[in-house]
Structures are given as structure tokens and as C-alpha cells.
């Protein structure tokens, strides 16, 4: 969010952002509620979330209907959410055009795998309308557009990926002496939240597979999650003996992320749905050939750009791609290349905020 923000600012358009305090079950962010916040040069109202599951929240919806009607166009991200289904309500009543941002919600894996029946009650009798009468639906990916499109709902639908910041150039001696034992290996990396979509059982025997004719070869698993999920996860590295071969480097951001990327030799996400894929454009953008599942909605634009593999997320998939670029330096060294020319082009800030100023102007000017 806070990098939509920052794109549409600086193209000169007023923004605020309204949302409530979740931080994750039983969890929140420690924001003052109620009141307007400056963060980051935008204007930010938290209200208190006052039940877990739809993420209940009266205060906001009194407050969005109260002053849906003070804005040009309402852009909402995500569905199958109380904000989102009063955000849309509050502005059909005022009469403002809004977008809506699935947010993967409407990819095959997420409404079959996640309170499946509720989720196609709920599709029929209330997301179907938010999609029809929304000014846009927004997509990161044309994957996740043609899965969405799929399900038959009637939709405007629009791609305009997201835009990822070029960071500072990471420093890979930072993240070797953090975890010496790395030096003079292969390092393969995963980086992203800890969560069953994400395929990491299944990251982790394609690794088996592929470690005893690469036996330099180590697995780090940078990112966190829920602790009984963390503790399978490590009872899995012992149950295959990966324990030596991989490095658990917990949450990682700012420069000790940099790092990490700097340090890698390939990167890997698996995942079984990605609304897109934040994790592997980042990825790209610090030239790193990538090995990602099918799943990842930008899988296809990073195989045909010949920046990466797009695989099955089965083991024996991920470890025949994880083998052949990890034994080819010449083909990690041209995937490199292409894999920095595809993030720059095609998921810059830029080219995120000069595309969506446009869709913007041309619902406010009603000539889409």
C-alpha cells in the first residue's frame, strides 16, 4: 500500500488511505484510531478492528459513510472483507466511482482452499456485484486476470503490475558474516512469509533431491510465520537431513534483505498462488535468475523473458530446474541480465504510477 501511495503522490494526486488496525489474528498495529494520521506524506485513518474473522469494523463503516462522497474515485484492495464490501456500498450510495484490487482473493487456489463453500456463497450473492459495478478491477498479472475471468463474473479488468523500488545495492559480506558457514557454497534463496501456499514442503524435497550431486549447495529460508507451522517446517529439514545444508535466517528487510539477495545465486518461490509476486519482482530487480511455481501469477512473463523457470510445484519440477541453473554459471549469468531488464521495464514505480494516473482520470472524466 504504502508504495501505491508514494507512486500516486508523486505524480501530483491526492491521496488517503482508510483501513482498520488489524495486524494479523488477536493482533493490532498500536495506531491511534479515529484520527488522521501523517505517515509517510499521506493522510492515514485507522479504526478498530473489532472482530477477527471479516475483519468487523463499525467505526470505519460509519466513517465511509460519512464521507465516501468527499473523494473522486474510491480504489479498494482486496474482497471477501468487511471494509471492502462497506467501502463499495458507501460508494454506490454516494454516487463515486470506485476500483477494486482483488488481491488474489479470486485466484483458483484461494477460493478453493480457503472456506471454499462460504467463499462461493459470498462470490455469488456479494463479490459478483462488487465486480460488476466496479469502474475497474484491478490485476497485477494478466495470469491473475485470466484465472479471475474464469469464474464467469461479468468485470471490466485491467493489468497494470506493481511497481517495486530499486533498492541499494546489497552487500553479500554483510550476509555472510552473519552466517559464515555460506562462504564457498551455491546459495539458493527463498524469500517470503512462511505459509503452506507458499509450497515450502515441497521447496524442501525438490532441495533433497537436487543436494547429493551439489553437495556445496545450502537452502536459505528467510521470512517468518506461524510458529507451530516454523516448528514442522524444521522438523521436515530433519526428517530429510537438510538440517546442515539449510539456513533458517528468519525475517529479513532493509539492508540485511539486500544482502541476502546480493549473497544468492538463484531464487526460488514455489508457491502454489501468488496474486503476483513481490517477492520474486524484488528478486529481478537485484538480477537474480528465478525457479518459481506456475502458481505465481508473474511466472509466465519471467519464463518467456527467459529471466527464469516457471515449474509445476511438484519436487521433481522444482529440483530439475533448481539443478540445471545452479550447474550452469553461464545460464544463471544471461538469465541475470534479463531478469534486471524485465523488473526495470515492466515493474518500475514509474511505469505503475504513469498507468494507473490514466485509469484514474479516465473514470473521473468518464471516458472509459
Same mark, same amino acid.
Request: net charge neutral; hydrophobic share 45%; with cysteine.
Given at each position: 500500500?504504502?508504495?501505491?501511495?508514494?507512486?500516486?503522490?508523486?505524480?501530483?494526486?491526492?491521496?488517503?488511505?482508510?483501513?482498520?488496525?488489524?495486524?494479523?489474528?488477536?493482533?493490532?498495529?498500536?495506531?491511534?484510531?479515529?484520527?488522521?494520521?501523517?505517515?509517510?506524506?499521506?493522510?492515514?485513518?485507522?479504526?478498530?478492528?473489532?472482530?477477527?474473522?471479516?475483519?468487523?469494523?463499525?467505526?470505519?463503516?460509519?466513517?465511509?459513510?460519512?464521507?465516501?462522497?468527499?473523494?473522486?474515485?474510491?480504489?479498494?484492495?482486496?474482497?471477501?472483507?468487511?471494509?471492502?464490501?462497506?467501502?463499495?456500498?458507501?460508494?454506490?450510495?454516494?454516487?463515486?466511482?470506485?476500483?477494486?484490487?482483488?488481491?488474489?482473493?479470486?485466484?483458483?487456489?484461494?477460493?478453493?482452499?480457503?472456506?471454499?463453500?462460504?467463499?462461493?456463497?459470498?462470490?455469488?450473492?456479494?463479490?459478483?456485484?462488487?465486480?460488476?459495478?466496479?469502474?475497474?478491477?484491478?490485476?497485477?498479472?494478466?495470469?491473475?486476470?485470466?484465472?479471475?475471468?474464469?469464474?464467469?463474473?461479468? /468485470? +471490466?479488468? !485491467?493489468?497494470?503490475?506493481? =511497481?517495486?523500488?530499486?533498492? #541499494?545495492? @546489497?552487500?553479500? $559480506?554483510?550476509?555472510? *558474516?552473519?552466517?559464515?558457514?555460506?562462504?564457498?557454497?551455491?546459495?539458493?534463496?527463498?524469500?517470503?512469509?512462511?505459509?503452506?501456499?507458499?509450497?515450502?514442503?515441497?521447496?524442501?524435497?525438490?532441495?533433497?533431491?537436487?543436494?547429493?550431486?551439489?553437495?556445496? /549447495? +545450502?537452502? !536459505?529460508?528467510?521470512?517468518? =510465520?506461524?510458529?507451530?507451522? #516454523?516448528? @514442522?517446517?524444521? $522438523?521436515?529439514?530433519? *526428517?530429510?537431513?537438510?538440517?546442515?545444508?539449510?539456513?533458517?535466517?528468519?525475517?529479513?528487510?532493509?539492508?540485511?534483505?539486500?544482502?541476502?539477495?546480493?549473497?544468492?545465486?538463484?531464487?526460488?518461490?514455489?508457491?502454489?498462488?501468488?496474486?503476483?509476486?513481490?517477492?520474486?519482482?524484488?528478486?529481478?530487480?537485484? =538480477?537474480?535468475?528465478?525457479?518459481?511455481?506456475?502458481?505465481? $501469477?508473474?511466472?509466465? *512473463?519471467?519464463?518467456?523473458?527467459?529471466?527464469?523457470?516457471?515449474?509445476?510445484?511438484?519436487?521433481?519440477?522444482?529440483?530439475?530446474?533448481?539443478?540445471?541453473?545452479?550447474?550452469?554459471?553461464?545460464?544463471?549469468?544471461?538469465?541475470?541480465?534479463?531478469?534486471?531488464?524485465?523488473?526495470?521495464?515492466?515493474?518500475?514505480?514509474?511505469?505503475?504510477?504513469?498507468?494507473?494516473?490514466?485509469?484514474?482520470?479516465?473514470?473521473?472524466?468518464?471516458?472509459?
Amino acid at each position: 500500500m504504502r508504495l501505491i501511495e508514494q507512486t500516486l503522490l508523486a505524480r501530483g494526486i491526492d491521496i488517503e488511505t482508510a483501513t482498520t488496525d488489524d495486524d494479523g489474528p488477536d493482533r493490532r498495529n498500536g495506531k491511534p484510531c479515529g484520527v488522521p494520521l501523517v505517515e509517510d506524506g499521506v493522510v492515514r485513518r485507522y479504526f478498530p478492528k473489532r472482530l477477527n474473522f471479516y475483519k468487523v469494523s463499525p467505526g470505519f463503516a460509519h466513517w465511509m459513510f460519512g464521507h465516501a462522497r468527499d473523494y473522486d474515485l474510491i480504489h479498494i484492495h482486496a474482497l471477501f472483507s468487511f471494509t471492502s464490501t462497506v467501502a463499495v456500498w458507501a460508494a454506490r450510495r454516494a454516487g463515486v466511482p470506485y476500483v477494486v484490487r482483488p488481491l488474489g482473493t479470486l485466484n483458483r487456489y484461494g477460493v478453493e482452499q480457503r472456506r471454499p463453500w462460504l467463499k462461493r456463497l459470498s462470490l455469488a450473492l456479494i463479490e459478483s456485484r462488487i465486480l460488476l459495478n466496479a469502474a475497474a478491477v484491478h490485476f497485477t498479472a494478466e495470469a491473475e486476470r485470466l484465472e479471475a475471468e474464469a469464474l464467469g463474473v461479468p /468485470l +471490466r479488468g !485491467v493489468v497494470i503490475p506493481l =511497481g517495486i523500488e530499486p533498492g #541499494v545495492p @546489497g552487500d553479500a $559480506a554483510i550476509f555472510l *558474516e552473519r552466517f559464515p558457514d555460506l562462504k564457498n557454497c551455491r546459495r539458493l534463496l527463498f524469500l517470503s512469509r512462511l505459509d503452506p501456499k507458499k509450497n515450502v514442503e515441497g521447496l524442501m524435497r525438490a532441495f533433497s533431491l537436487c543436494s547429493d550431486t551439489l553437495p556445496d /549447495l +545450502r537452502l !536459505v529460508i528467510a521470512g517468518d =510465520g506461524g510458529a507451530a507451522y #516454523v516448528t @514442522g517446517l524444521k $522438523a521436515l529439514a530433519n *526428517e530429510l537431513g537438510l538440517t546442515d545444508r539449510l539456513v533458517w535466517a528468519g525475517y529479513v528487510a532493509g539492508k540485511q534483505k539486500a544482502a541476502a539477495f546480493a549473497a544468492a545465486h538463484v531464487f526460488v518461490l514455489p508457491s502454489f498462488s501468488e496474486n503476483f509476486g513481490i517477492a520474486a519482482a524484488e528478486a529481478l530487480m537485484a =538480477g537474480l535468475p528465478c525457479v518459481l511455481g506456475k502458481g505465481v $501469477a508473474i511466472a509466465g *512473463e519471467v519464463a518467456e523473458a527467459r529471466a527464469g523457470f516457471a515449474v509445476e510445484p511438484d519436487a521433481a519440477s522444482v529440483a530439475q530446474k533448481l539443478s540445471m541453473l545452479l550447474s550452469d554459471e553461464t545460464l544463471r549469468e544471461s538469465m541475470a541480465v534479463r531478469a534486471a531488464a524485465l523488473a526495470r521495464d515492466n515493474y518500475s514505480v514509474a511505469a505503475m504510477g504513469e498507468c494507473l494516473a490514466r485509469l484514474y482520470e479516465s473514470i473521473v472524466s468518464g471516458d472509459r
